[in-house]
């Protein structure tokens, strides 16, 4: 049973450009949250979408947004790239957005903006 | 609103010898509160889960946490530290506020020295 799987791994951008990350949910889970983690940091909060819908929102700008597909798999955009952006992005699924769902996180997606 | 603090942002310890890392939790209502490690470049793993059913949760890796309402903590224990559990380590808390994400804290960097 595959778990959580991110891409890539690693990416480098610089400031201005727009990138697009994906999340594949551990099997069974239709609930697929995204987070920031800086440096030194715990995760972030940024959404959760469930039906293909954004359920809840973190307090981050609009340039952060983001899509869920059919198959439960997400997106994360992030447009106009700011030096802060840089961080370690964890997609994190579980089994419904009910209160109490563990989450389960996958091994996250490294950006670096220059 | 929920919050997490976690005190030490570093704990050092011999190999063999107790480990507790600590917690203390802000919530309005009886919480869903976890433990997540995280090793070096990847994402987060769950520990344990505590959820009204027993206040000692017992999790993997020989960890186990004591939900003490009065104290609002939930800390981490093992009795034997194994040089293998070098990591950091988040607690979290939700359902406060009918909330079902979770609230992250900063995070306790955990050194075992042989």
């Known amino acids: 049973d595959a778990g959580v799987t991110q891409s890539p791994t690693h990416l480098i951008k610089t400031r201005g450009q727009q990138v697009t990350l994906r999340c594949s949910p551990k099997?069974?889970?239709?609930?697929v949250s995204w987070y920031q983690q800086a440096l030194g940091q715990g995760p972030q909060f940024i959404f959760q979408?469930?039906?293909?819908?954004?359920?809840q929102r973190g307090n981050f700008p609009d340039r952060f947004s983001g899509h869920q597909f059919p198959n439960y798999s997400s997106e994360l955009n992030v447009n106009a790239l700011l030096l802060g952006d840089s961080a370690l992005y964890l997609c994190?699924?579980?089994?419904?957005?009910?209160?109490?769902?563990?989450?389960?996180f996958g091994p996250g997606t490294r950006l670096t903006v220059l | 609103a929920q919050s997490v603090t976690q005190l030490g942002s570093h704990v050092s310890v011999s190999e063999g010898a107790l480990v507790l890392l600590r917690c203390n939790y802000s919530?309005?209502?009886?919480?869903?509160l976890f433990w997540y490690v995280q090793y070096p470049n990847q994402g987060l793993q769950l520990l344990l889960k505590y959820t009204s059913a027993a206040t000692l949760v017992k999790g993997i890796n020989g960890f186990e946490a004591e939900f003490k309402k009065s104290e609002t903590s939930f800390h981490l224990t093992k009795p034997s530290a194994h040089m293998s559990d070098a990591a950091e380590y988040f607690c979290a808390v939700s359902g406060s506020g009918g909330s079902y994400i979770p609230t992250f804290g900063r995070g306790t960097s955990l050194i075992v020295h042989p």
């Open positions: 099997s069974g889970h239709d609930t």
């Open positions: 919530s309005s209502v009886p919480p869903y």
């Open positions: 994190a699924s579980s089994p419904g957005p009910q209160e109490g769902d563990t989450q389960y």
């Open positions: 979408y469930y039906e293909e819908e954004e359920r």
